[in-house]
């Protein structure tokens, strides 16, 4: 779909309710689960994160394969449905999992947008790659099930060089520019891409934080084993900005796509024994003025 002298297309038939993301303080009203206490995404403050060696570098299957299926605006993200059998195991999960989606949140023209944040800091964009269990057959049953999703997760970073650079960020901007000509309800056919391809390599997957939480849109359910990978994935400034040019359906910017952080309410945030903590930046600058003893006199 092209775009006409006057801009964009829209279609003529436009929903004008207000976007259901846009108010996420009120979707307890009507989904028990949103008002929870186990619920996503979370601030991951590093320093209070338990080191857990259970948590081993999970086993990615088919991941390579190739396939073709639409991009869709569901409403409150860009999603992609998985055709083929792509499964994850190890890593301390309960049973092998297979994927069934992904979807993406983001913020305005590459501003801060992941769910998830690290020690306070967010990214400019989060991948979601949704499994179940391979034992069900559908996505609303396995939400049944306290452990019977498994959703991984990844940030983006802004790239530093051209995207023209790298072959690896080739199916990853097909997919930021089919971004741009999706509106409302519309699809779009994607040209052959593999999960492997948007996403670091496997040897870069060893750092990660594993939680026990919910969906991040309603109906919220806390049937979520979270993982969080620690290495971000690049993506050029303008490609993180195609994001901003999905319509939500009243037909406004599909812009800060993402649901502010839930409280932890005791609950334990783990990391793998590849994961390293993080130091913020004035901590750092703390360190250093006292190890350099230019501490201010007294």
Known sequence: MGQNEKG???PASVITSVPTVLVPEKWAGGNVDCGGKSQSPINIVTRKTVKDERLTPIEFKNYQQTFKNSLTNNGHSVKVNIPITSTISGGDLSTTYKAVQFHLHWGKDGGPGSEHTIDGEQYPMELHIVHMKSSYADLTTALRDPNGVAVLGFFYEVLKVSAQNS???VARSRVANMAVFVFSDVSFSLPSISL???????QKLTSYYRYRGSLTTPP??????????????????DQMKAFSTVQFYDGTSMVNNFRPVQPLNGRLVYRSAGATLWVSSALLAAALTTALGLSQPN
Request: net charge negative; hydrophobic share 40%; glycine share 0%.
């Open 8 to 10: 964009p297309f829209k």
């Open 167 to 169: 072959k690896t960020l």
């Open 196 to 202: 492997a391809q948007l996403i670091p390599p496997e």
């Open 220 to 237: 919220c359910s806390e049937s979520v084993v979270w993982t969080v990978f620690e290495t971000p994935i690049p993506l050029s400034m």
